[in-house]
C-alpha cells in the first residue's frame, strides 16, 4: 500500500495498516524537504505505484490529490473498528479504531471516520467527508460532499448536513445545515454565512494570490487569508511578497518569500489576485495605480467572523480586506480596496469609499460617510451622520462629532483639528 501524504495523519493511517498486517511501501509528498517518516522512506515523484491512500486531513486537498492520481485506491479500515455487513465503504476512506459504521450505511469516497466516530443506520456520507474523533451521527442523517464534522459532534437523527460545511468540535446538530456554511454550538447554530453565494467547492477551485506589502500588514493579511480557506469560502494558494523596499527572495515569513516589487508584479504572466496590505491610505493607492498588469485581480477577502444584518441592503466593491469580528447593520456600502483591521462596527446607512484605513475597534455610527484615502485610527469614533471627506486622519480614541476639513488631522475628544507646529 502506498500513502500520498505524509502527516500526521498518515501516521495514524500507517498504524492501522500495521494492525492490518498490510506493508506499507512507500509515501509520497510534494514537499521534497519531508524525507522519511516513521522511518518509511518519503517519496515526492509518484509514477503510477498502487493502491494509494490519500492521507491528508484537509478534505479539499484530499479531493485535489485523489482527482489528479489516477489509480487503484486503498480503503483501509482498523481491526477494532465495527463495520455491519449491510454497509458499504467507497474506495480510499479510512476508518479509524474504534468507529462504527451501522447497517444500511452508504459512506462515500476518500472519507476519514476518525478515532471512536460512530456512524448510524442508513447514514449517507458523501465523498471527502471527515467526521472527526468520537463524533455522534444518529440514524438517517445525510451529509455531503466534503463536509468537516468536528470532534464529539452529535447529529440527531434525519438531518441533513450540506456540502463542505464545517461543524465545530462539541457540536449538537438538531436542525439542517445548509452548504458551504459553518456551524457550532449547542444547539448548533450557523455563524458565517459566506459574503458570496457557496454551493459547491468544486466552483471555488485554489486561485494564487499574492500580497503586496511584506510587513505586519501583510503578515495579518497571509493569516486571514488561511483562516478563509479553513473556514471553506474560497480557496486561495499563497505565491508569495511584493514589495518594493525589501530584496527579491527575502523570506517574509513561514507565508512565502518577497517575489518582487512593482515590476515583477507588472511583468507577471499568470492570473494573479492581489491583496495590497499596506497601511497608509495614499500610498494604497499609489500602489493600486501604478500596477498595469492585466492578470492581476482583486478580490475582497472577508474574514469569516464578518457579520452582515442584512445582507439584502449591503453593497461591496473590490479589493477590501475585512479582519476578524467586523460588523455591518443595514443599507451599508463599502466601496474599494479598503483595510477594515478587525473589530469595526458600521451602523445603518454607513457609506465608505475607497482607499480607506480604519484600524482596529473603529466604530462608525448611522449615516456616516466616509470618502476616500482617510485614515481612522485604533479605537476612534464617528458620530452619526458626520461626513468625512478625503484624505483626513482621525487620531486614537478620537472621538470625530463634526465634519472635519480635508486632508488634516483630527484627534481628542471631540476631535479637533491637530497642527503639528
Ligand atoms: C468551528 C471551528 C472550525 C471554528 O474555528 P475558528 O473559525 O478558528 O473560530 P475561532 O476559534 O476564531 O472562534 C470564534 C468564536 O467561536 C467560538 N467557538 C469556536 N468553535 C466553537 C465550538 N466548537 N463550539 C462553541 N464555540 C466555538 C469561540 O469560542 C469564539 O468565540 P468568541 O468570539 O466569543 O471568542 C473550530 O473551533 C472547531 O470546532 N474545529 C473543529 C476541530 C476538530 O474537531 N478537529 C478534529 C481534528 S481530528
Redesign the pocket.
Known amino acids: 500500500m502506498y500513502l500520498y501524504g505524509a502527516s500526521g495523519h498518515a501516521k495514524v493511517i500507517i498504524d492501522i495498516l500495521n494492525a492490518s498486517g498490510i506493508k506499507v511501501d512507500a509515501l509520497f509528498d510534494d514537499d521534497p524537504t519531508i524525507k522519511e517518516l516513521l522511518s518509511i522512506p518519503v517519496r515526492h515523484q509518484w509514477k503510477g505505484e498502487s493502491p494509494v491512500v490519500v492521507s491528508v486531513g484537509n478534505n479539499l486537498s484530499r479531493r485535489q490529490i485523489a482527482e489528479k492520481l489516477d489509480c487503484e485506491f486503498g480503503t483501509v479500515i482498523h481491526p477494532t473498528a465495527v463495520v455491519s455487513p449491510n454497509a458499504t465503504v467507497g474506495e480510499g476512506t479510512v476508518v479509524m479504531q474504534g468507529a462504527i459504521i451501522q447497517s444500511d450505511v452508504k459512506m462515500g469516497k476518500h472519507c476519514i471516520l ?1 478515532t471512536g466516530a460512530s456512524v448510524d443506520h442508513e447514514c449517507v456520507i458523501g465523498d471527502y467527508v471527515h467526521i ?2 468520537q463524533a455522534t451521527l444518529c440514524g438517517n442523517v445525510q451529509v455531503g460532499e466534503g463536509a468537516w464534522i ?2 464529539s459532534a452529535v447529529v440527531i437523527p434525519g438531518v441533513k448536513i450540506g456540502k463542505w460545511c ?1 461543524i ?4 449538537v446538530v438538531v436542525s439542517d445545515v445548509p452548504d458551504g456554511v ?1 456551524a ?2 449547542n444547539p448548533c447554530r450557523i ?1 458565517t454565512k459566506p459574503s458570496i453565494p457557496f454551493c459547491d467547492q468544486s466552483a471555488h477551485p485554489v486561485k494564487r494570490i499574492a500580497i503586496y506589502g511584506a510587513g505586519g500588514l501583510g503578515r495579518e493579511v497571509a493569516g486571514g487569508i488561511v ?1 478563509i480557506n ?2 471553506g469560502r474560497q480557496q486561495w494558494e499563497i505565491v508569495g511578497f511584493f514589495d518594493d523596499n525589501i530584496p527579491v527572495g527575502a523570506q517574509v515569513s513561514h507565508y512565502g518569500n518577497v517575489l518582487g516589487g512593482i515590476d515583477e508584479l507588472n511583468n507577471f504572466e499568470e492570473p494573479l489576485a492581489l491583496a495590497i496590505a499596506v497601511g497608509a491610505p495614499k500610498t494604497r493607492k499609489l500602489i493600486h495605480d501604478r500596477i498595469t498588469n492585466p492578470n492581476i485581480t482583486f478580490p475582497n477577502l472577508i474574514a ?2 464578518f457579520r452582515i444584518l442584512d445582507k439584502q441592503t449591503f453593497e461591496i466593491g473590490e479589493g477590501n480586506i475585512i479582519q476578524d469580528n467586523c460588523s455591518v447593520t443595514c443599507d451599508v456600502k463599502l466601496g474599494s480596496f479598503n483595510v477594515f483591521n478587525g473589530s469595526n462596527a458600521m451602523g445603518h446607512d454607513v457609506n465608505v469609499g475607497d482607499f480607506n484605513v480604519l484600524m482596529p475597534g473603529v466604530r462608525l455610527s448611522g449615516e456616516v460617510s466616509i470618502g476616500d484615502c482617510n485614515l481612522l485610527g485604533v479605537d476612534s469614533i464617528v458620530l452619526q451622520r458626520v461626513k468625512v471627506g478625503n484624505n483626513v486622519t482621525v487620531g486614537a480614541g478620537s472621538v470625530m462629532m463634526t465634519k472635519p476639513k480635508d486632508g488634516f488631522t483630527y484627534i481628542g475628544i471631540p476631535a479637533k483639528k491637530f497642527d503639528f507646529e
Not at 465545530?168 to 457540536?171: D, K, L, T, Y
Open positions: 476518525n472527526s474523533p468536528g470532534a464545517t465545530g468540535a462539541g457540536s459553518m457550532f454550538g455563524r483562516r479553513n473556514a469569516p467572523s
